[in-house]
């Protein structure tokens, strides 16, 4: 289980390919929460679901909205590590 459960999806990756979101550009991660996917301020962020898509784990944005629906983190995290 994550260390910070208010804050348990880490978001970053590392690429040169212009493409990929811009998070992977920068060679950097976040940490996000539930309550925090949706207000990420930046001209240089995309989208949360976007940057899952453009980065091959599109499968996990239907099991974040269930549990953004039921304000339940720790069912997308349980759930998220049960299929990884």
């Known amino acids: 289980m994550p260390d910070n459960m208010e804050r348990p999806f880490i978001f970053g990756a590392q ?23 949706d207000t990420i301020e930046g001209k240089l962020w995309k989208d949360w679901r976007f940057s899952l ?4 784990a599109s499968w996990v944005i239907p099991i974040i909205e269930e549990s953004v629906i039921k304000d339940d983190v720790s069912h997308a995290v349980n759930e998220i ?4």
Do not use: C, N, T, Y
């Open 53 to 56: 898509e453009m980065l091959g």
């Open 81 to 84: 590590i049960s299929k990884s």
């Open 15 to 37: 690429s040169a390919v212009p493409k990929l979101p811009s998070i992977a550009q920068w060679g950097a991660s976040s940490r996000f929460g539930l309550d925090s996917l």
